[in-house]
């Protein structure tokens, strides 16, 4: 059983991992050079990122991969993507070139607004509160001039600010409910700033507001926080081609491919459990670009899914027709993304994923973001509905297996030709590995 530390935060990089390797590991060394072998050399990039959280100990480095011949209304993208899932680039390329041949993705913002809310008790009359409500609202506004000023002047901004009342869930609570337009930014600290002002100004002038009995005045503040639920920041991407062009001439026609690739997306649609995994696949393509980018991908992530159960129900985030011949596959997200603040102006990979982009606003942003996932979810599809899912990712698989095993680059070269017609798993890699070794002792 390890003891627990006072202080840890205060103690220098290199004490940090003492303490850690001598209180959890055997072979301290080995831990130890673990660690450090994550350092980068270059002092000045390693302190930016020791300073982005507190402890930092090494950095964990993720693959950054790029998925070219993304044509995104007529322009074309290659669109970075951080992931460790070996197939996710993979099939995100392979729609890309599918649907260049087609026509290309279709994308459109829908709106832009994003969500705060001041929770607060309020003990005494609701008609009142709403009079002292119209009453503050400008000020409200007015209070917060110092934190709006750059944003108004560039067109966003406080929105709206409404008193909304909740005593029917719970007693005696209340929000005022404020919508902004945050523009490039993803705006957190815009929002949460403009909150508690919001919350400052508003029990400020309640204890002022004579129409108030004593216990009114004392309005209890729970807490500012802006929303990650915005189902009025969406943007919606498309794909569509006549159904005979979804053929592969081969082993499935256009039709028979549609119809099947349609029945997939509406079972995603009626059927939670599979909800899940479709939607997840659809993460794997827009989480990989959010990171890339240097978004906040679990405040994305908690509001997507929020979006997918806006029904009563987890559904899936893409849906799918055929009408006169003509194929259509499309998906609608909510998506509150930022290009400047935060991260990316700060992270050198960052700066570089958004520079590949074309210095993209947060509006362009949105569209290639929703074409990632539903570029992710076409190829997943597909390859659910034709040959499975696993021919593929057990193919991009392989090298993480030979890299388990240790296979030289010579055995990695022999195994990937000798896997183009076997199918993988790991005992048949173990096992085929295992022979090349015996015939090269021979
Ligand atoms: C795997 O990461 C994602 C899939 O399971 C998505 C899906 O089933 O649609 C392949």
């Known amino acids: 059983m390890s003891k627990p530390i006072d202080g840890f935060s205060k103690l220098s990089k290199s004490k940090k991992i003492d303490w850690i390797v001598d209180t959890y590991f055997s072979n301290t060394e080995s831990a130890k050079s673990v660690l450090k072998q994550y350092w980068n050399s270059n002092e000045k990039l ?11 100990i090494t950095n964990y480095y993720l693959p950054l991969g790029v998925a070219p011949n993304f044509l995104i209304n007529n322009k074309l993208y290659t669109i970075p993507m951080a992931i460790e899932e070996s197939s996710v680039v993979a099939a995100a390329s392979k729609a890309a070139k599918f649907w260049m041949d087609r026509g290309g993705f279709k994308t459109k913002v829908l709106s832009t607004t994003k969500i705060g809310q001041v929770h607060f008790n309020f003990l005494g009359d609701v008609k009142k509160l709403a009079h002292f409500f119209n009453h503050v609202k400008p000020k409200l506004i007015l209070d917060c001039k110092d934190i709006t000023q750059n944003m108004s002047k560039r067109g966003g901004g406080i929105l709206d600010i409404e008193l909304r009342d909740k005593t029917s869930e719970i007693e005696h609570y209340y929000q005022l409910h404020a919508s902004f337009e945050t523009l490039d930014a993803m705006g957190a600290n815009f929002i949460n700033s403009c909150l508690e002002q919001f919350a400052e100004t508003f029990k400020t002038e309640a204890q002022k507001f004579d129409l108030f009995s004593e216990e009114e005045k004392q309005i209890d503040i729970i807490m500012s926080i802006l929303s990650n639920y915005v189902p009025n920041c969406l943007v919606r991407a498309e794909v569509s081609c006549k159904v005979d062009a979804l053929g592969d001439g081969d082993t499935m026609s256009g039709k028979d491919f549609a119809k099947k690739f349609v029945q997939a997306v509406n079972i995603a649609e ?23 980018t240097g978004n906040d991908f679990r405040a994305v992530e908690a509001g997507v899914h929020a979006y997918a159960a806006r029904n009563g129900k987890y559904s899936s985030l893409t849906h799918a027709k055929v009408e ?9 997200i909510p998506l509150a993304l930022g290009t400047v603040g935060g991260l990316t102006g700060l992270h050198p990979l960052v700066k570089l994923g958004l520079e590949l982009l074309n210095e993209p606003s947060a509006k362009e942003l949105m569209q ?19 040959t499975g899912i696993q021919q593929g990712h057990m193919k991009m698989h392989l090298m993480n297996i030979l890299n388990q095993f240790e296979a030289n680059a010579s055995e990695k070269e022999a195994l990937v030709k000798h896997f183009e017609n076997h199918t993988v798993s790991h005992s048949a890699v173990s096992e085929a590995l295992n022979q090349l070794r015996l015939n090269l002792e021979k």
């Open 46 to 56: 390693q302190q930016l990122h020791d300073e982005f959280i507190e402890n930092t």
């Open 270 to 292: 009626v059927e939670p459990f599979r909800a899940v995994t479709h939607n997840k696949g659809i993460m794997n393509g827009i989480d990989a670009v959010i990171l890339a």
């Open 324 to 332: 006169d011949d003509m194929f259509t596959f499309w998906i609608e």
């Open 368 to 386: 290639i973001v929703a074409v990632a996932g539903l570029a992710q979810n076409f190829a997943a599809l597909r390859s659910l509905t034709t």
